[in-house]
């Protein structure tokens, strides 16, 4: 199959996918609100969330939007795929607004199209390359990377544990976007093993460890969603850091290459500096949003303005 229809296939199943994640995020956002506050990580929350119709959709458009992203990628290069789908920031403020009965906000959407430049720089210049069949995984050479990693995502819930700051919800969010990074990553191993077999997986450790991380990467994000006023930023910073955890984790455990060269290294930080820059734009707006709400709550009721966080 040529390039050009390949890409034909990719680009609108990950603009579709994109779609579903913001949609789900929207909805599982509102869905979160409406049941009672639950602890980090209970899976009693998911128990309340299952007898709202409002969640029951999102977990239709997230799981209708995985079949979309493992077929835009079957078909296209990660360097294309990725990026079109960090462009979920953008449809879940869309949806939000929609849900609220406002209209979107430019800003917010201007934030997560910031979040998909940057990550496409960075994808581009630092794309990794196969260098050997990706059926298993390096355990020695990718134990600084595996303990590095989970230092971060346990000090982010330890954090978000002992803070009442609303930075709290973003640590959560940065360690669902790990968990989500390295679910991605070991799933690469297990399409590998397919490609032997049908029960080549179930001979290997990964597919069960991506059965116990992949479920709690979903709780957690749950627990974002349920925890914080503002759902954009949480969702730019899922779907900034899943995709760069993943290049990391096939670059230290899987044996692919990127180029490190001067100049590559170089673009790629220019890269990651413009998606930060797109998450505190959205941050930022959001605290705005939530700093007018608060405040027209507190007028009386006719001059009230009809706003709601994105």
Request: charged fraction near 10%.
């Amino acid at each position: 199959m040529d390039p050009g229809t390949t890409l034909a296939i990719a680009v609108p199943a990950a603009v579709l996918g994109a779609a579903g994640f913001g949609l789900a995020s929207a909805a599982q956002q509102r869905a979160t609100k409406e049941v009672e506050l639950a602890p980090t990580l209970s899976p009693r929350l998911l128990v309340d969330l299952t007898k709202r119709p409002m969640w029951l959709i999102g977990l239709v458009a997230t799981i209708g939007a995985l079949v979309l992203q493992l077929v835009a990628l079957a078909f296209g290069p990660l360097a294309v795929v990725q990026p079109l789908l960090v462009t979920g920031v953008a449809f879940a403020a869309v949806f939000t607004a929609l849900m609220s009965r406002r209209r979107p906000d430019l800003l917010t959407m201007l934030g997560a199209l910031f979040c998909a430049a940057g990550l496409s720089m960075f994808l581009l210049l630092a794309r990794p390359v196969a260098v050997g069949p990706d059926t298993d995984i390096d355990i020695a050479s990718g134990m600084p990377l595996a303990i590095g990693l989970a230092v971060v995502a346990v000090g982010c819930l330890i954090y978000a544990s002992i803070v009442t700051h609303p930075s709290r919800v973003l640590a959560l969010a940065l360690s669902t976007g790990i968990l989500y990074g390295v679910t991605a990553g070991l799933m690469k191993v297990v399409t590998g093993q397919l490609r032997i077999g049908l029960d080549e997986p179930f001979r290997h450790p990964v597919l069960y460890v991506v059965c116990i991380i992949g479920p709690i990467g979903f709780l957690l994000s749950q627990n974002t969603f349920q925890q914080g006023r503002l759902v954009s930023p949480a969702v730019a910073v899922i779907t900034s850091a899943d995709p760069v955890v993943g290049v990391l984790v096939g670059v230290s455990w899987i044996g692919e290459r990127i180029d490190t060269s001067p100049a590559h290294l170089a673009g790629a930080a220019i890269g990651a500096a413009v998606v930060v820059a797109g998450i505190a734009l959205i941050c930022a707006r959001g605290t705005y949003l939530l700093h007018r709400l608060d405040e027209s709550e507190q007028m009386p009721g006719a001059q009230r303005i009809r706003m709601a966080p994105s």
